[in-house]
């Protein structure tokens, strides 16, 4: 398919020398002067991008660019500018802008920018004609809820799916930031690239930096090879950075090189790599607050934020407990190997009553043991440690490495002692798994089993 360009800019210069370096055999380019005459000139013929200055006299870029999403909403928009006005770039991008670059233009990143957003009209285009796989993907059928702010989310989802916007996740643990992250991923047009996540927390500030851009031989001792780093491993795909929040300065200036350049280095290397992954962050920090204390870069900030999205804690939808409760108990028992379990009334009522501080977290937690501990197929109140779900006095403060070790402790009683169901309940894998194991001293949890899986 012939690829059309049109470019907008009010300097005949910067006109003349793009539409020389960019039309070739495999792209038409036009050209426009400014804004009205950019809108008269859709009729002369197609156009798949449009290219913009955003400072012209009369209309100005951001001004054309939501008249052509109302006028033509499939038409991909890139905007330039030599001004580093960053609230500008976060409104262009939440108005519907495919990129937003700044003069002087890099010839190189250019075409390259140019490259990924006509490659993903190709793939809208392939949607539209009903040739994509339709196949069930997994995630957006674990996201469950009626309530009116799912709802919401559901919808976000499903609009920021089919774009490679950048998306902030926010929330407190356990609400279920990852599998919002998944859905996103398996509903786009790439689903079949990988989705990569990353605990940032998980890793000291030293290894962040070579677990997400890798490292060459040499580079530091105990590189005994060339690495390649999560970017590289997600390709096309999504890289899905949690706890982004608590991540150090450093490191921030990098991954803001790679949002704004699509490209990064790997530690010890000359060279930079190049990198199409979509970038999902997610935290449960005030980033506002950060921002406003200098803990975290506002240009970095604003690069992420393109798209955010807020999940609700569990007590702020607790009609969705019952439906949470359903599906949860149905993977608890393919989990752990059960019969079918359901609810009787007055568990349900219990499980109401809480205000499910862990959130969905919690609640799959508890239900997994109730699984586990349950004789018949129904769970009753006793199954779901009724006493530890009432707060009984002032609430015992822990580490969050004390919490984590309980968690994985009881998940790990829970399954008795089987890894591959403790680490599918858990989310993680089962390297991390073990090492978590180790970490912690946990060690055989099941007499005669040594913690080892029976399958």
Partial sequence: MKRSLLIVDDDPRVRTALESALGDGDMTVRVAEDAESALASLGDGPVGVVLTDVKMPGMSGLDLLKMLKERAPDLDVILMTAYGDLPLVAEAMREGAADFLVKPLDLHQLRGVLDRVFE???????????????????????????????????????????????????????????????????????????????????????????????????????????????????????????????????????????????????VGAERPERTEARVIAATHRDLEKLVAAGQFREDLYYRLRVVEIRVPPLRERMGDVPLLADFLLRKAAAVTGSRPLHLDPETSETLMSHDWPGNVRELE???????????????????????????????????????????????????????????????????????????????????????????
Wanted: proline content about 5%.
């Fill in 120 to 266: 993903d009209r190709q793939a809208r285009t392939r949607i539209k004609a009903g040739k994509a796989d339709t196949d069930d993907r997994g995630a957006a059928d674990r996201l469950i809820g009626r309530d009116s702010q799912m709802v919401e989310i559901f919808k976000l989802v499903g609009q920021v799916s089919a774009t490679r916007t950048n998306v902030v996740i926010r929330g407190e643990s356990g609400t279920g930031k990852e599998l919002i992250a998944r859905s996103i991923h398996d509903a786009s047009p790439w689903a079949d690239e990988p989705f990569v996540a990353v605990n940032c927390t998980a890793l000291p500030a030293t290894l962040l930096e070579s677990e997400l851009f890798g490292h060459v031989r040499g580079s530091f001792t105990g590189a005994t090879s060339d690495r390649k780093g999560r970017f590289e491993i997600a390709g096309r795909g999504t890289i899905f950075l949690d706890e982004i929040g608590d991540t150090p300065p450093e490191f921030q200036a990098k991954l803001l090189r790679v949002l704004q350049e699509h490209e990064y280095y790997p």
């Fill in 365 to 455: 937690n508890t239900l997994t043991r109730a699984a586990v501990i349950a004789t018949g197929d129904v769970i009753r109140p006793e199954h779901i440690e009724v006493g530890a779900m009432i707060d009984a006095g002032p609430p015992r403060l822990i580490s969050l490495e004390e919490m984590e070790r309980e968690h994985v402790a009881q998940v790990l009683e829970a399954t008795g002692g089987h890894k591959s169901r403790t680490a599918e309940v858990l989310g993680v894998s089962r390297p991390r798994l073990d090492r978590m194991i180790e970490r912690y001293g946990l060690g055989p949890l099941v007499p005669g089993r040594g913690g080892e899986d029976a399958d």
